[in-house]
C-alpha cells in the first residue's frame, strides 16, 4: 500500500497497512539553498540549467516542482505541503520593499495613514524575525482596514494542477486559506503584547478591523476549498499560551466552524496548524470540528504525550505530528533518536487516528540519513496487525 493510500485510509477512519510518515521539509530546503548544501540532482530537476529565477536567504523558496518531489521520494517522507496559498493576492497600493543588509523594509502608504514593517534575516537559524512589526496599536488599525478594503484576491491554481500530477502515490495535497484574523494579527503583523493592548484599549477598533479582515479571508478559504487538492489548512500557527479561552471563544472558534464547514462541502479534509503548547486548544480545535490537527509536537518538548492528548480530543479527530523538529538535529545521538521514533510509531500503531509527522519542521544541520532513518523504522515497527 501507498504512502497516499495509508494517510487516506486514515483520514477516513479506516486501518492502513503502516503508520503513515509525512514530513514538511520547508525549513530544512531553506537552509540547504541558503548554505550551498542542496544536492546538485535536485537542482536540476528544479531548475535545470538556468538556476532559481530568484533566490536570496529565505525570501521565498523556488524549490516547488521535480526537485522537491525527488527528494521527498529518496528520504522516504510521504509529501503533504510547502505551504501553498492557492490564489494572487493584488492591493490598490502596493507595498514599498527595500533590503538593507539583512533587513527586508516594506512600507504601506494608504490614505488612512502610512505603515512600516521590518523584518531581519537571522542568517544562522535561516529564518526571519519581525524587528518593527507593521500594527502598532490601535491607532493603525485604520490604515490596515483600508489595505483590506482594497485588496483583491483571485484563484491561483497551477501549482495545485501540478501537484496533483506530480505527488502520485507519494503523498496528498494540501493548499491554505489565509490564517483566521485574530492569528493574522498575532503570528504576522502586530503580535500578541499588541493585540491585548488593541483589545484593553479598544475594542471596537479591533473588532471593526477583524470584521474587514474577516469577510476578505473568508474569500481565500472559498478560493482555497475550489483548488485542486485533497485537503484544506488553516496555517494558524496555534498555541494554548495565546490563543486559548476568550481569545479562542470570542474571535476564533466561529471562523473555524464556518471554514470547516465550508471545506467539508467541497468534500475535502479540514487541517489546522497547531504548532504550540497543546492544552487545552487541541480540545478546542476538535470540538470546532477539524478533521486533521496538524504540527503536533509532543512532550518531552511539548506540554501533553501523545496518550494524555489523545485523551484530550474527540475519537474522531487525526493527530498529525510526533517527532519534535529539533530531534533530527545531531545533538540528540542516535540510539535516542532512534528509541523516540521507535516508542511514537508504537503509540501510533493500531491507533488508526495518527498521522506520524515533524513537529513543525525538521532544523537546519540535520542529516538526511536521520530523516530516512524514519521511513526505515516505519517499515520495521509500523506494520498494522
Not at 505603515?115 to 537571522?122: K, M, T
Not at 462541502?265 to 487541541?282: R, T
Not at 486533521?292 to 489523545?310: F, W
Amino acid at each position: 500500500m501507498s504512502k497516499r493510500e495509508d494517510v487516506l485510509r486514515v483520514l477516513r477512519g479506516e486501518n492502513p497497512e503502516y503508520v503513515p510518515w509525512f514530513g514538511d521539509l520547508a525549513y530544512w530546503i531553506e537552509y540547504l539553498l541558503d548554505d550551498g548544501l542542496m544536492d546538485k540532482k535536485y537542482m536540476d530537476e528544479e531548475f535545470g540549467d538556468t538556476g532559481p529565477d530568484e533566490y536570496r536567504m529565505g525570501i521565498a523558496i523556488p524549490f516547488t516542482g521535480e526537485g522537491l518531489h525527488r527528494l521527498h521520494h529518496d528520504l522516504g517522507v510521504g509529501f503533504y505541503l510547502q505551504g501553498y496559498f492557492p490564489f494572487s493576492e493584488t492591493c490598490e497600493a502596493a507595498p514599498g520593499i527595500e533590503y538593507r543588509g539583512d533587513d527586508k523594509i516594506i512600507t504601506h502608504v494608504t490614505p488612512a495613514g502610512t505603515l512600516r514593517e521590518v523584518w531581519f534575516h537571522e542568517r544562522n537559524t535561516h529564518s526571519w524575525a519581525p524587528k518593527e512589526r507593521m500594527v502598532k496599536d490601535w491607532r493603525d488599525l485604520a490604515a490596515l482596514r483600508w489595505i483590506y478594503e482594497h485588496t483583491e484576491y483571485a484563484p491561483d491554481y497551477l501549482l495545485a494542477e501540478q501537484r496533483v500530477e506530480r505527488v502520485g502515490d507519494e503523498g496528498i495535497v494540501v493548499v491554505y486559506t489565509m490564517r483566521t484574523p485574530l492569528q493574522e494579527l498575532i503570528a504576522q503583523k502586530a503580535g500578541i503584547e499588541a493585540v491585548t493592548y488593541m483589545y484593553m484599549d479598544a475594542q471596537d477598533e479591533l473588532e471593526e478591523t477583524l470584521a474587514v479582515m474577516e469577510a476578505k479571508h473568508d474569500e481565500t478559504a472559498r478560493l482555497a476549498c475550489a483548488a485542486p487538492g485533497d485537503c484544506v489548512l488553516v496555517p494558524d500557527n496555534l498555541s494554548s499560551d495565546i490563543s486559548s479561552g476568550m481569545f479562542y471563544e470570542k474571535y476564533l472558534k466561529g471562523v473555524h466552524e464556518k471554514w470547516v464547514k465550508m471545506i467539508r462541502g467541497a468534500g475535502k479534509y479540514s487541517m489546522v496548524h497547531l504548532d504550540g503548547a497543546l492544552d487545552p486548544l487541541a480540545g478546542e480545535l476538535s470540538k470546532s470540528g477539524f478533521d486533521v490537527i496538524e504540527a503536533v509536537t509532543p512532550a518531552p518538548v511539548g506540554d501533553l504525550a501523545l496518550p494524555d492528548l489523545k485523551g484530550r480530543v474527540l475519537p474522531e479527530t487525526v493527530l498529525w505530528g510526533g517527532i519534535p523538529g529539533g530531534f533530527f538535529h545531531p545533538y540528540l545521538s542516535d540510539g535516542d533518536f532512534e528509541r523516540y521514533v521507535i516508542e511514537t510509531i508504537e503509540c501510533m500503531k493500531g491507533d488508526n487516528r495518527f498521522v506520524l509527522a515533524v513537529g513543525d519542521q525538521i532544523v537546519p544541520e540535520s542529516s538526511p540519513e536521520r530523516i530516512r532513518r524514519v521511513d526505515e523504522l516505519v517499515k520495521k515497527y509500523g506494520k498494522y496487525d
